[in-house]
């Protein structure tokens, strides 16, 4: 947890609060119904078995301070900022800092890759969008994404 930012931890808070229901703890209940808004489809033993992955006082719920903890755990597991722009530099050809957002809407909907629903697109297209034209700045996104400047 000492990786964190003071901003990443702020934004752990928003999404607890979420997935709390404006309580102090995360229930199955609450972890499960917040999973579905997101569009997945959890099964209920997938819900308890997240619930016992981050319930490190064994109370059948999750703390803030545990799931901050799970959090930056998964954070470890994620690609790294470099890595990521590394990708997205492989769909601009000519160096210039941005791909089309017909690209993006590929990369992203296509391939091996986690496929994104139309409404989550438009969330990352949003973080990238450049000022000028209909293409993402993908420098931005990988910051706004990540939370960590990249190279």
């Known amino acids: 947890m000492d990786f964190l930012t003071q901003e990443q931890i702020s934004e752990f808070k928003e999404s607890f609060k979420m997935f709390a229901e404006g309580g102090d ?13 997101m569009g997945m489809k959890p099964t209920d033993a997938e819900v ?4 016992k992955d981050g319930d490190t006082g064994g109370r ?3 703390s803030f301070d545990e799931f901050v903890s799970m959090m ?7 690609d ?14 000519y160096g210039k800092g941005f791909i089309t957002r017909e690209d993006f809407n590929s990369l992203m909907t296509t391939g091996g890759y986690a496929k994104f629903k139309p409404a989550e697109l438009e ?8 000022e000028k034209g209909d293409n993402i700045d993908y ?9 960590a400047p990249t190279s």
């Open 60 to 62: 059948g719920t999750i």
């Open 139 to 147: 420098y931005t996104l990988v910051k706004q994404v990540t939370g």
């Open 80 to 93: 790294s900022p470099d890595d990521i722009t590394r990708a997205f530099e492989s769909y601009d050809p």
């Open 48 to 51: 308890a078995q997240m619930i």
């Open 123 to 130: 969330n990352f297209i949003r973080l990238g969008k450049t």
């Open 25 to 37: 703890k995360i229930t199955k209940d609450s972890l499960k119904s917040v999973l579905r808004q």
């Open 72 to 78: 930056s755990e998964q954070m470890k597991k994620m």
